[in-house]
Protein backbone atom coordinates (compact mmCIF):
# COMPACT_ATOMS: atom_id res chain seq x y z
CA UNK A 1 0.00 0.00 0.00
CA UNK A 2 1.22 3.44 -1.12
CA UNK A 3 0.66 5.94 2.10
CA UNK A 4 0.44 9.37 0.98
CA UNK A 5 2.89 11.66 2.30
CA UNK A 6 1.47 14.76 1.06
CA UNK A 7 -1.10 15.20 3.91
CA UNK A 8 -0.99 16.90 6.89
CA UNK A 9 -0.39 14.25 9.69
CA UNK A 10 -3.19 13.68 12.43
CA UNK A 11 -0.15 14.22 14.87
CA UNK A 12 -0.24 17.45 16.24
CA UNK A 13 3.44 19.46 17.20
CA UNK A 14 4.27 19.90 20.73
CA UNK A 15 3.08 23.48 21.93
CA UNK A 16 5.04 23.71 25.02
CA UNK A 17 6.84 27.16 25.53
CA UNK A 18 4.80 28.41 21.73
CA UNK A 19 3.79 31.59 21.84
CA UNK A 20 1.36 32.17 19.02
CA UNK A 21 -0.45 35.91 18.35
CA UNK A 22 -3.47 36.07 16.87
CA UNK A 23 -4.75 38.98 14.89
CA UNK A 24 -8.58 39.02 14.22
CA UNK A 25 -11.41 40.80 12.05
CA UNK A 26 -13.92 42.38 14.29
CA UNK A 27 -16.38 42.14 10.85
CA UNK A 28 -18.36 38.98 10.65
CA UNK A 29 -17.54 38.40 14.76
CA UNK A 30 -19.80 35.76 15.45
CA UNK A 31 -17.37 33.92 12.75
CA UNK A 32 -14.06 35.12 13.39
CA UNK A 33 -14.63 34.69 17.49
CA UNK A 34 -15.25 30.88 16.16
CA UNK A 35 -12.22 30.48 14.58
CA UNK A 36 -10.63 32.36 17.18
CA UNK A 37 -11.70 30.21 19.84
CA UNK A 38 -11.02 26.68 18.13
CA UNK A 39 -7.99 27.53 17.19
CA UNK A 40 -6.67 28.38 20.91
CA UNK A 41 -8.31 25.21 21.88
CA UNK A 42 -6.37 23.01 19.28
CA UNK A 43 -2.97 24.64 20.76
CA UNK A 44 -3.86 24.69 24.23
CA UNK A 45 -4.66 20.68 23.98
CA UNK A 46 -1.03 20.98 22.16
CA UNK A 47 0.20 22.03 25.32
CA UNK A 48 0.44 25.82 24.42
CA UNK A 49 -0.39 27.92 27.80
CA UNK A 50 -3.17 29.88 27.79
CA UNK A 51 -1.20 33.46 28.48
CA UNK A 52 0.84 32.72 25.68
CA UNK A 53 -2.01 33.28 22.38
CA UNK A 54 -2.43 37.00 22.93
CA UNK A 55 -5.39 38.62 20.92
CA UNK A 56 -5.72 41.51 18.47
CA UNK A 57 -8.58 42.62 17.39
CA UNK A 58 -8.76 45.20 14.45
CA UNK A 59 -12.68 46.13 12.20
CA UNK A 60 -11.50 44.37 9.10
CA UNK A 61 -9.20 41.55 7.13
CA UNK A 62 -7.22 44.93 5.60
CA UNK A 63 -6.21 46.15 8.35
CA UNK A 64 -4.91 42.75 9.48
CA UNK A 65 -1.01 42.93 8.22
CA UNK A 66 -0.36 46.10 10.60
CA UNK A 67 -1.07 44.01 13.55
CA UNK A 68 0.12 40.89 12.65
CA UNK A 69 3.71 42.69 11.99
CA UNK A 70 3.59 44.62 15.28
CA UNK A 71 3.38 41.06 16.80
CA UNK A 72 6.02 39.10 13.93
CA UNK A 73 8.05 41.88 15.38
CA UNK A 74 8.27 40.94 18.83
CA UNK A 75 11.21 38.41 19.60
CA UNK A 76 9.13 36.36 21.99
CA UNK A 77 6.01 36.26 19.53
CA UNK A 78 6.52 32.11 17.38
CA UNK A 79 3.97 32.90 15.06
CA UNK A 80 1.19 34.83 14.08
CA UNK A 81 -2.12 33.91 12.75
CA UNK A 82 -4.75 36.16 10.86
CA UNK A 83 -8.25 35.52 11.11
CA UNK A 84 -10.94 37.33 8.93
CA UNK A 85 -13.93 37.18 6.81
CA UNK A 86 -14.69 38.87 3.37
CA UNK A 87 -17.74 37.94 1.63
CA UNK A 88 -18.20 38.47 -2.37
CA UNK A 89 -20.36 41.68 -2.82
CA UNK A 90 -21.95 43.62 -5.82
CA UNK A 91 -18.43 45.11 -6.92
CA UNK A 92 -14.97 44.09 -6.58
CA UNK A 93 -14.06 45.47 -3.03
CA UNK A 94 -13.96 42.00 -1.56
CA UNK A 95 -11.28 41.07 -4.08
CA UNK A 96 -9.23 44.32 -3.09
CA UNK A 97 -9.59 43.66 0.73
CA UNK A 98 -8.66 39.91 0.50
CA UNK A 99 -5.95 40.36 -1.77
CA UNK A 100 -4.19 43.14 0.43
CA UNK A 101 -4.65 40.93 3.30
CA UNK A 102 -3.03 37.96 2.08
CA UNK A 103 -0.19 39.95 0.27
CA UNK A 104 0.36 42.27 3.75
CA UNK A 105 0.24 38.57 5.64
CA UNK A 106 2.56 37.17 3.27
CA UNK A 107 4.89 40.10 3.55
CA UNK A 108 4.99 40.43 7.13
CA UNK A 109 5.84 36.72 7.46
CA UNK A 110 9.01 37.17 4.73
CA UNK A 111 10.35 40.25 6.09
CA UNK A 112 9.93 39.23 9.87
CA UNK A 113 10.82 35.61 8.79
CA UNK A 114 8.31 34.14 11.22
CA UNK A 115 4.81 31.94 10.07
CA UNK A 116 2.26 34.34 9.89
CA UNK A 117 -0.43 32.09 9.11
CA UNK A 118 -3.67 33.54 6.56
CA UNK A 119 -7.15 32.95 7.82
CA UNK A 120 -8.90 34.74 6.11
CA UNK A 121 -11.95 33.42 4.34
CA UNK A 122 -13.12 34.59 0.60
CA UNK A 123 -16.67 33.12 0.32
CA UNK A 124 -19.16 33.78 -1.67
CA UNK A 125 -22.15 33.45 0.91
CA UNK A 126 -22.56 33.55 4.70
CA UNK A 127 -23.54 29.84 4.46
CA UNK A 128 -19.90 28.75 2.82
CA UNK A 129 -18.62 31.00 5.77
CA UNK A 130 -20.10 29.50 8.49
CA UNK A 131 -19.40 25.85 6.87
CA UNK A 132 -16.10 26.56 6.87
CA UNK A 133 -15.64 28.61 10.05
CA UNK A 134 -17.03 26.68 12.42
CA UNK A 135 -16.79 23.42 14.18
CA UNK A 136 -18.64 20.28 13.54
CA UNK A 137 -20.59 20.44 16.99
CA UNK A 138 -21.57 24.24 15.89
CA UNK A 139 -22.84 23.24 12.38
CA UNK A 140 -19.50 23.20 10.50
CA UNK A 141 -17.57 20.93 8.27
CA UNK A 142 -14.35 22.52 7.93
CA UNK A 143 -13.31 23.74 11.38
CA UNK A 144 -10.87 26.14 9.99
CA UNK A 145 -9.62 27.74 13.10
CA UNK A 146 -8.59 23.96 14.26
CA UNK A 147 -6.45 23.70 11.01
CA UNK A 148 -4.79 27.08 11.31
CA UNK A 149 -3.86 26.13 14.62
CA UNK A 150 -2.14 22.96 13.26
CA UNK A 151 -0.61 24.33 10.36
CA UNK A 152 0.93 26.64 12.93
CA UNK A 153 2.49 24.18 15.03
CA UNK A 154 2.86 22.26 11.87
CA UNK A 155 5.17 25.02 10.11
CA UNK A 156 7.10 25.59 13.47
CA UNK A 157 8.30 22.21 13.63
CA UNK A 158 9.36 22.14 10.11
CA UNK A 159 11.16 25.18 11.12
CA UNK A 160 12.89 23.92 13.79
CA UNK A 161 14.03 21.29 11.94
CA UNK A 162 15.48 23.01 9.11
CA UNK A 163 17.27 24.97 12.02
CA UNK A 164 18.51 21.60 13.23
CA UNK A 165 19.82 20.01 10.06
CA UNK A 166 21.29 23.22 8.82
CA UNK A 167 25.07 23.05 8.20
CA UNK A 168 25.98 26.57 9.23
CA UNK A 169 22.53 28.64 10.54
CA UNK A 170 21.80 31.42 8.48
CA UNK A 171 22.41 30.56 5.42
CA UNK A 172 20.20 30.08 2.48
CA UNK A 173 20.94 29.81 -1.37
CA UNK A 174 24.66 29.52 -3.22
CA UNK A 175 27.65 29.47 -1.40
CA UNK A 176 30.83 30.67 -2.73
CA UNK A 177 33.94 28.90 -2.48
CA UNK A 178 36.74 31.12 -0.66
CA UNK A 179 39.68 29.51 -3.27
CA UNK A 180 37.74 30.19 -6.96
CA UNK A 181 34.38 32.13 -6.29
CA UNK A 182 33.14 28.70 -7.94
CA UNK A 183 29.24 28.25 -6.59
CA UNK A 184 28.78 24.59 -4.95
Known amino acids: MVQDTQSPSDDVPDGSGRRIAFCVSRFHGELTDAMLDSARAELRAAGVAPDAMPVCYVPGAFELPLAARRFARQERVDAVIGIGLVLKGETRHDEVVAHGAAAGLRQVML ?42 LETLAALDGIEAAAPSAGTCGFRVSASDGARS
Do not use: I, M
Request: charged fraction near 30%.
Open 111 to 152: ECDKPVLLGVLTCETLEQARARALPPDAGGSQDKGRALARAA
